[in-house]
C-alpha cells in the first residue's frame, strides 16, 4: 500500500532551522506531485508549499514564501522542507501529502495519501 513517512521535526528557537523529510513508498513516486501542509493547535490545516513531479515547479504560501524550500530527489522518493528563519508562528504538526494529478495544488482536498505528521515546535 502507500505509505508516506516524514521525519526532521523537532523543537528549535526563532531563527532556526529545520529540515523536514518524507519517504514514500508503494506508488511511482515520479509520477506524482508533492506537497506539505500544516496544523497549528486548534487551527485547520493549512497549504505550505507544493513541488511538481520533476522539481521544475513550486509553489508557496505567502507566509513561508523566502524562508521555506521544498525540494525533491526521486531516486529516494523522497520529497524535502527547508525551513530556515523559523518563527513561533510556524509552530504546528507538518504533513507531505501526494497529489496524483501533478497539479501541484493549494487545496488539501485535491491530495490522495498523506503521512502521519512530524512536530515543529518553534520557541520564542
Known amino acids: 500500500q502507500v505509505k508516506l513517512v516524514e521525519s526532521g521535526g523537532g523543537l528549535v528557537q526563532a531563527g532556526g532551522s529545520l529540515r523536514l523529510s518524507c519517504v514514500t513508498s508503494?506508488?511511482?513516486?515520479?509520477?506524482?506531485?508533492m506537497g506539505w501542509f500544516r496544523q497549528a493547535p486548534g487551527k485547520v490545516r493549512e497549504f505550505v508549499a507544493t513541488i511538481s513531479w520533476s522539481g521544475g515547479a513550486t509553489d508557496y504560501a505567502d507566509s513561508v514564501k523566502g524562508r521555506f524550500t521544498i525540494s525533491r530527489d526521486n531516486s529516494k522518493n523522497s520529497v524535502y522542507l527547508q525551513m530556515n528563519n523559523l518563527k513561533p508562528e510556524d509552530t504546528g504538526v507538518y504533513y507531505c501529502?501526494?497529489?496524483?494529478?501533478?497539479?501541484?495544488?493549494?487545496?488539501?482536498?485535491?491530495?490522495?495519501?498523506w503521512g502521519q505528521g512530524t512536530q515543529v515546535t518553534v520557541s520564542s
Open positions: 508503494g506508488r511511482t513516486f515520479s509520477d506524482y506531485a
Open positions: 501529502a501526494s497529489d496524483p494529478n501533478g497539479l501541484i495544488p493549494r487545496n488539501e482536498h485535491e491530495y490522495d495519501y
